[in-house]
């Protein structure tokens, strides 16, 4: 892979180096009494050498493209012939944490907010690489500080906006936003709602802080309000498919179920390889009815992307319970369950699956049991998991 970049910048380097000879010197005649001295052998002209930046032009294009693995190749190469080089810092955390290498991540964008104290681009890429290992882990308990850790990280890039001076709205908005997505993670959803809604303020072209504050407002149980931010998200970027295809879905959920389908189809037809728009367009289709359309575009997007939703696994489950395939039900909501691990409706209709029978298969009262205390644990109050505990006794 390095040697394709390689190549690829050494074309570039050399394309306008044009060749120049030196004709030869006139032979001289040496003095009879001397002999000729040897003459030195013709050292070789060096290679040019590469540039760092133009390895960061290439990681960016990579980068672009979501071939993180080919981008990581060449900002490590920039930043080992320039260990300076804040822009292949940059890029070289960012396309760590894309990979998962949270702790070199880490240790990188910590270096590059020592050498560029004043580049918000650091902080904010640093606050995303601990969020990103936190989401990541297995044990969340073991990686718990770092969110705290990102809150602090934040409050040095607000201090460094502050000395800067000027105005400073757009910068101070994606601090927000980020703050928003920690206190989202941390549970404190009145204060994520804030944040969201101040970086709205400062910055109200951002489809991507309406997205967030549209989010929250669902999470919340605030339906109206989620769906005029999505709205206006789509209407400041029609082309993002992410926007169109939520914003389907929380047309499904208020009751628009045409409006959803022509929203959540629009959205696959601008991005059809995009397995959110694909899955999104299943959870419209199942939520109006049409389960064989949710379950040919869930599969669609499971197939684009196995690992990254757990919500199609989900709603998978609940088609193949509808149906009474319970070992189809089973499987698949074992799949979001391990996915999404903090999600209780996965894990009650996970125990209603194993609590169910049909012909071919018989309940498993103990999985029913576990996953209906899951449900539990994770939203203390859950009536219908505690009334799947009730009917096992």
Do not use: H, W
Not at 128 to 152: C, E, F, H, K, P
Request: a positive charge; one cysteine or more.
């Amino acid at each position: 892979m390095k040697r394709r970049i390689t190549a690829l910048l050494c074309a570039a380097a050399l394309g306008g180096v044009s060749a120049q000879t030196t004709p030869p010197p006139a032979p001289t005649v040496p003095a009879p009494s001397a002999p000729a001295a040897p003459s030195a052998p013709a050292v070789p002209s060096a290679a040019p050498r590469i540039p760092a930046a133009n390895y960061v032009i290439v990681g960016n294009l990579y980068y672009e493209q979501g071939k993180y693995d080919q981008a990581y190749v060449a900002f490590r190469a920039a930043s080992e012939l320039d260990p300076r080089n804040t822009a292949a810092l940059l890029g070289l955390g960012r396309s760590q944490a894309r990979l998962r290498l949270y702790a070199p991540a880490i240790e990188t964008l910590r270096r590059l907010v020592g050498l560029d104290p004043q580049g918000v681009s650091g902080y904010l890429a640093l606050a995303q690489a601990y969020q990103q290992q936190y989401i990541g882990s297995g044990d969340r308990a073991a990686v718990t500080g770092n969110l705290d850790a990102a809150l602090a990280v934040l409050v040095q890039a607000d201090a460094a906006l502050t000395a800067l001076g000027g105005e400073q709205n757009v910068n101070r908005s994606k601090l927000l936003n980020e703050r928003g997505n920690i206190y989202r993670l941390q549970g404190r959803a009145a204060q994520a709602i804030d944040a969201f809604r101040q970086a709205n303020v400062l910055n109200p072209e951002n489809a991507l802080i309406l997205y967030n504050l549209g989010d929250m407002y669902n999470a919340t149980g605030q339906l109206p309000l989620a769906v005029s931010a999505l709205q206006q998200a789509v209407i400041l970027d029609p082309g993002d498919p992410y926007n169109r295809a939520y914003y389907a879905k929380l047309l499904a959920l208020s009751g628009n179920a045409a409006a959803a389908k022509s929203e959540a189809a629009q959205a696959t037809r601008l991005a059809p390889t995009n397995a959110y728009a694909a899955g999104q367009y299943g959870v419209v289709s199942y939520l109006g009815g049409d389960r064989a359309t949710a379950r040919t575009q869930l599969e669609r997007a499971i197939r684009l992307d196995p690992l990254r939703f757990p919500e199609f696994y989900y709603y998978l489950g609940r088609i193949d319970l509808d149906s009474s395939d319970l070992k189809a039900a089973r499987d698949n909501l074992t799949r979001a369950v391990a996915l999404g691990a903090n999600t209780p409706e996965y894990a009650y209709y996970l125990g209603l699956a194993y609590e169910r029978t049909s012909p071919t298969l018989a309940p498993d009262r103990v999985k029913a049991r576990e996953n209906y205390e899951r449900a539990l644990k994770l939203a203390p109050g859950y009536r219908q998991a505690q009334e799947g505990l009730d009917r096992l006794k």
